[in-house]
Every structure is written in C-alpha cells, then in structure tokens.
C-alpha cells in the first residue's frame, strides 16, 4: 500500500511562493498519475492539479493556471507543487494523492486514492 507524505506548506504573504513536496514510498510511484487536491473547512476537497506517471503530460484548474507548476522525480519517488503568485483565496490544506488506475487523466475526487496527511497553506493578505 501507497505512502504519502507531503511537506513544505507553511504562512506566506500574498504574493509569495512556496513549493510543496509529496513522498512516496510502498507502492509503484512512477506507473501512476499523481495529482494535488486541496481544501478548505466546510468544503470538498477541490482539484488542483495532476500529472501523468512520466510527467510529461500535466492539467490545472482553472484557478491556478499560470500559477502553479506540479513536477514530479520518479527517482526520488517524490511529487512537487510550486506555487507561485499566491493569493489569500489559495489558504487551504493541501493533499497528493494517486489515481486509482494508471489508465486514469483527469481530476475527479472520486478516481483518486490514497491521500497524504496534508499540509496547510496559509495565504496573508
């Protein structure tokens, strides 16, 4: 069974950058798409990002085009998220997370499991 822990979150001014880092261990890291979800208290977890298992492939939200870059080292069995221009409305727990099937693109909740333990991203205004 997949591990996933992620890393990196923390308080930044509006504005700032920060990069997040997801590792993997006990499970096939670099044969699966692996994505990044967020959420906020009183909401569902929301997608952000995905990357196909070479990382040659890669889908946004709408909301963080242009902003957010998601890579991944499958050498390192570690995912990334750089997250740049960040803004207040960005404030959430972040969560990596692995498509249920390596056949999977796309960024439905329900086509994604296991999750880290997430880490928070606090945006200041």
């Known amino acids: 069974q997949v591990q996933l822990v992620e890393s990196g979150g923390g308080l930044v001014q509006t504005g700032g950058s920060l990069r997040l880092s997801c590792a993997a261990s006990g499970g096939a890291f670099n044969s699966y798409p692996m994505g990044w979800f967020r959420q906020t208290p009183g909401k569902e977890r929301e997608f952000v990002a995905v990357?196909?298992?070479?990382?040659?492939?890669?889908d946004y939200a709408d909301s963080v085009k242009g902003r957010f870059t998601v890579s991944r080292d499958n050498a390192k069995n570690t995912l990334y998220l750089q997250m740049n221009s960040l803004d207040p409305e960005d404030t959430a727990v972040y969560y990596c997370?692995?498509?249920?099937?390596?056949?999977?693109?796309?960024?439905?909740?329900?086509?994604?499991?296991?999750w880290g333990q997430g880490t928070q991203v606090t945006v200041s205004s």
């Open positions: 990357i196909s298992s070479s990382g040659s492939s890669t």
């Open positions: 997370t692995r498509a249920k099937s390596t056949l999977y693109w796309g960024g439905a909740l329900s086509n994604f499991g296991p």
